[in-house]
């Protein structure tokens, strides 16, 4: 095999990275002047938060900071200590148990005290958590329903960014929809400012550009061979602008990692020049130990080629339509049915496998992911080995001892295959 040069750092992670930390300090700096803080889970509709000027910091990007950090241990004791339970949803808890921390050993210099908290009445714990935190001094918490999964056109990717009455349903468009108008109600109500509806709509067209970005980024990888980019690049690369949509700097952001993906493919680069395994992580992403995902190279060619992230981004996020609060409604009433719930999730997994020449499957699955056996299923139907592990990526005593697993597996499973 002909050598290829090594892939270094991609610019774009450096990049997004450098400007989430200066972005950081700027939110202290808002917050000290007196300007509400908002704390919102990921399947809070943001961009009315962006139309509004009003800042915020989404719930899992701040455990994921606190996990890299290598925080999370302490937040959970912190949780325990407060006579909560710290074995279950700690994805969606760590920021909560991290306010308790002393200001020396929280991350960043720790999250400003918030003014609002929002998030969506997802299963029977992350409201519970949310609710928590409205019951701090000088914190309210609003709450949007989640309803339940419809059946849905197969290949729904193709059809979701437009027809998305079709693939979700009216009614429940319908109901999020008003609880949107209510939400925009309440803050307008709290901090004297008022929605822009053509703002919203500008804020709707950046982020539909960033998810357009971010399908041909996706598309490009999937035909790559061999892989020109390390996933735990990708996954800031993506996921950084992610928190930052309906923004120029993230709809720039998302060209700026096509561009530089399209641009090593073309030098040929190649993450592993023996690469001889492709492997697929399904779940969050392991933000406390990143180096895993490149850790199978050496002894097996193994190279992970996929996550969630870019993924959800390419096919998860685009919404077009006349009414922004409607088309911001379909964009989040049925995220969690994408990732989670079968068939539209594991029709999608098999496809995202199969496109990406994905040889096997590491499944993270989490006590808060429903579906997932009917995922494995559908990824081994296909003739894609899969290695389920139970376990929180936010929580280092679940994960312990998993690039053994994943060897084991490799020898086992997926390596007599080739």
Not at 58 to 73: L, Y
Not at 119 to 124: A, F, I, K, L, W
Not at 153 to 163: G, K
Not at 207 to 222: M, S, Y
Request: charged share 25%.
């Amino acid at each position: 095999m002909t050598e290829q040069p090594a892939a270094p750092r991609l610019a774009s992670a450096s990049a997004a990275v450098a400007y989430q930390r200066e972005w950081f300090h700027g939110l202290r700096a808002r917050t000290e002047a007196g300007e509400p803080l908002v704390l919102a889970n990921a399947d809070a509709p943001h961009e009315v938060l962006r139309a509004m000027g009003i800042p915020y910091v989404v719930n899992q990007w701040w455990s994921s900071i606190i996990a890299a950090k290598r925080a999370a241990p302490a937040a959970l004791a912190a949780i325990a200590d407060a006579g909560l339970p710290d074995d279950s949803r700690q994805y969606d808890v760590l920021p909560l148990g991290a306010q308790h921390l002393p200001l020396e050993d929280a991350p960043w210099g720790g999250l400003p005290e918030l003014r609002f908290a929002i998030s969506e009445r997802s299963g029977d714990v992350t409201h519970k958590i949310f609710e928590q935190w409205g019951r701090r001094s000088g914190t309210e918490t609003f709450l949007l329903s989640r309803t339940a999964a419809v059946p849905a056109p197969e290949r729904w990717w193709e059809t979701l960014p437009n027809d998305w009455e079709g693939v979700f349903g009216s009614d429940r468009i319908d109901l999020l929809q008003g609880e949107i108008e209510d939400l925009v109600g309440w803050l307008e109500e709290r901090t004297a400012r008022t929605l822009d509806r053509d703002r919203l709509d500008e804020v709707m067209a950046l982020a539909n550009e960033q998810a357009e970005w971010n399908r041909r980024t996706r598309d490009l990888l999937a035909e790559a061979r061999p892989l020109p980019v390390a996933v735990n690049d990708i996954i800031p690369a993506v996921m950084v602008p992610q928190w930052h949509r309906g923004t120029r700097w993230a709809a720039d952001a998302a060209r700026g990692l096509h561009d530089e993906v399209a641009a090593r493919i073309a030098e040929g680069a190649a993450v592993h020049s023996g690469e001889a395994l492709r492997l697929m992580w399904i779940g969050r992403g392991l933000w406390s130990d990143l180096d895993l995902y490149r850790s199978f190279q050496d002894e097996f060619d193994a190279v992970f080629v996929w996550s969630m992230y870019l993924a959800i981004a390419a096919d998860g996020y685009a919404r077009y339509g006349a009414d922004p609060i409607r088309a911001l409604a379909a964009r989040f009433v049925g995220l969690t049915d994408l990732l989670y719930v079968p068939p539209m999730s594991s029709s999608w997994y098999a496809k995202e496998a199969l496109t990406h020449g994905v040889d096997g499957v590491v499944h993270l699955v989490a006590d808060d992911t429903p579906g997932a056996a009917l995922i494995s299923a559908a990824l081994e139907e296909q003739g894609i080995p899969v290695l389920e592990i139970r376990g929180s990526n936010a929580d280092p005593r679940a994960t312990d001892g998993l690039r053994d697993l994943i060897a084991e597996f490799l020898r086992k499973r997926v390596r007599p295959t080739r």
